[in-house]
């Protein structure tokens, strides 16, 4: 995909943020989510895949994205940032009001075409990972995990995280059968996921 024939490339705008259901726009364009553990590096690739500095906002903070937040890509898609789970070091009330979210975000919206569940790649599928799965699977939203931070990988590590993460996805039925692996800081990978979006949108 040339870099002239991307709509990454284009307009990138920031449509809603919404942290209760009824702050959800109402379905128009076709929809991808990024979903993933705190500080899996969610906003860092969101920025890297649009050519931005700072459409999503980064931190070392764990839990700084808490709500959805909407961004149409060229008016051809929106692309949406999911809350971080895990270790965020938020209360269990607003832990337990951002699940809620997510599952009433994750049922029923049909213009959601694919969430991409980033997974960092040194550490492979925890818990919470393994529970947002479940969730994906019993809501019937196809996914595919992003596997971030492959620079920090030697290449035997990269097919050994890829082996075992394909064994594990066998389990999963709206799982795609194949990850793929990235480097936000080394702009690697970019280029493939950017072929998927379009791909399923």
């Known amino acids: 995909m040339s870099a002239t024939s991307t709509p990454f490339n284009g307009e990138c705008d920031f449509v809603a943020a919404a942290a209760?259901?009824?702050?959800?726009?109402p379905e128009s364009l076709p929809e991808v989510a990024f979903a993933g553990r705190?500080?899996?590096?969610?906003?860092?690739?969101?920025n890297a895949l649009t050519n931005r500095k700072a459409l999503?906002?980064?931190?070392?903070?764990?839990?700084?994205?808490?709500?959805?937040?909407?961004?149409?890509?060229?008016?051809?898609f929106l692309l949406v940032d999911m809350p971080g789970y895990g270790y965020a070091k938020?209360?269990?009330?607003?832990?337990?009001?951002w699940d809620d979210l997510i599952k009433q975000y994750l049922r029923g919206r049909v213009s959601l075409k694919c969430v991409f569940l980033l997974v960092d790649s040194r550490h492979?599928?925890?818990?919470s990972d393994r529970e947002m799965m479940k969730m994906l699977d019993e809501t019937a939203v196809a996914?595919?995990?992003?596997?971030?931070?492959?620079?920090?990988?030697?290449?035997?590590?990269?097919?050994?995280?890829i082996e075992q993460l394909k064994g594990d996805l066998k389990k999963h039925p709206a799982a795609f059968p194949e990850p793929l692996l990235c480097s936000s800081h080394k702009q690697?990978?970019?280029?493939?996921?950017q072929d998927v979006i379009l791909s399923v949108i």
Request: aromatic fraction near 4%; charge should be positive.
């Open 20 to 25: 209760t259901l009824d702050r959800i726009p």
């Open 38 to 46: 705190s500080n899996v590096g969610k906003s860092s690739l969101i």
């Open 56 to 76: 999503a906002r980064t931190s070392h903070t764990p839990g700084r994205t808490q709500q959805l937040n909407f961004f149409t890509i060229q008016e051809r």
């Open 90 to 97: 938020v209360s269990k009330t607003t832990r337990k009001s």
């Open 124 to 127: 492979g599928l925890k818990e």
């Open 143 to 161: 996914y595919r995990i992003i596997l971030t931070k492959a620079d920090k990988l030697k290449p035997p590590q990269k097919i050994k995280i």
């Open 188 to 193: 690697e990978g970019l280029n493939d996921i």
